[in-house]
């Protein structure tokens, strides 16, 4: 899969700058991070990336809205997480990546061909 934009949801200003560091680092253009649900509407609304990794929680929100406009434009997600534990209900049928990010898993994901929701 050819991925050209990649937006990035997080909130822990540090973890968002390391993913976004990595996919760069691959060759792949980034948005954001953007740090919470708002921002993230508005760069999927502009800009129509091909992939976003979503934190299940920005800040005191879930990032149920993100998740929902991204099924509605068509752009698969991968979730975030900083560290294994307990999924909210609407994030346990999606991708996962937990703990920092590796740039070889991250790799393996990007290419596994994935379905549009």
Request: glycine fraction near 6%; charge should be negative; hydrophobic fraction near 40%.
């Amino acid at each position: 899969m050819t991925l050209s934009c990649i937006l990035i949801v997080e909130d822990d200003a540090e973890q968002g700058r390391a993913l976004k560091h990595m996919l760069e680092s691959m060759g792949h253009t980034v948005l954001g991070p953007a740090p919470d649900c708002s921002s993230a509407l508005e760069l999927i609304w502009r800009e129509k990336p091909d992939l976003a990794f979503v934190d299940t929680y920005l800040g005191s929100d879930t990032c149920e809205v993100v998740l929902e406009e991204c099924d509605q434009q068509d752009v698969p997600v991968i979730v975030t997480l900083a560290r294994e534990g307990e999924l909210p209900d609407f994030c346990l049928e999606r991708e996962q990546l937990s703990g920092p990010p590796m740039a070889s898993v991250l790799q393996v994901m990007l290419e596994a061909p994935r379905a549009r929701a």
